[in-house]
């Protein structure tokens, strides 16, 4: 079945470093990537998303590519801030799996914690 | 807009007692969905609807029901509490052909 795989965590940097978060994931048909922040006591939003291979998601200064033949989609900023401190999830919606809808089932990676200090 | 709202916020149950988590969108999304979250585990789907009267089972189902009498409400059901299902416990709902869904507050479950 699917599966999505991200970087251990948690994740420690100061403010303005540059961040990576690996992803890799597996899936049976051609799905569709995202990328989930959780601040801290709140339900996810999604932050980017990339629906087919070779396209690059961004948003906020974040920005991750979809790269089918790595099968990864990897998030990345040049200088985080403060206000970035959250959990983020790498995530993914295989239409295949998900009775041919678009708005399909969504398979999560486990979670990274990210902190930045001042 | 009210988006995707969930009650109760926290809730502490004893073994073998019955809960109904609510959740309710004013998108009219068709497609809703519940998902459990645990540390170091993602997020994990229960159960999922993709329209009124229409229900199937995600990842981990077992213990959970669901009916969807309305588009608007999706609540989650547990029939006889086990401390395995201490979680936190989110809802979302998506329209059709929109990737994003849209996630409620969340509801932290604790069973004792």
């Known amino acids: 079945g699917d599966s999505v795989t991200q970087m251990e965590g948690p994740v420690t940097l100061s403010e303005e470093a540059f961040l990576t978060i690996n992803c890799t994931y597996t899936?049976?048909?051609?799905?569709?990537l995202f990328w989930y922040v959780q601040y801290p006591g709140e339900g996810l939003q999604l932050l980017l998303k990339a629906t087919k291979a070779d396209d690059k998601g961004s948003n906020k200064g974040f920005e991750a590519t979809y790269r089918k033949e790595t099968t990864s989609f990897h998030l990345e900023k040049g200088s985080v801030q403060v206000s970035d401190s959250a959990v983020y999830f790498c995530a993914l919606s295989d239409p295949l799996n998900a009775g041919g809808t678009s708005y399909g089932k969504l398979t999560f990676g486990q979670g990274t914690i990210l902190t930045v200090h001042p | 807009n009210a988006g995707v709202t969930q009650t109760p916020k926290f809730q502490v149950l004893k073994t073998g007692q019955s809960m109904t988590l609510q959740c309710a969108q004013d998108m009219n999304h068709e497609y809703m969905s519940w998902y459990r979250q645990d540390p170091g585990m993602g997020l994990r789907l229960i159960h999922y609807s993709v329209g009124a009267g229409i229900t199937d089972q995600g990842e981990v189902p077992n213990g959970y029901n669901v009916s969807r009498s309305t588009t608007e409400d999706f609540p989650l059901r547990l029939l006889s509490a086990a401390p395995s299902q201490t979680s936190v416990y989110f809802c979302?709902?998506?329209?059709?052909?929109?990737?994003?869904?849209?996630f409620g507050p969340g509801t932290r479950l604790t069973v004792t």
């Open positions: 979302a709902s998506a329209g059709q052909g929109d990737y994003e869904q849209y």
């Open positions: 899936a049976t048909g051609y799905p569709s």
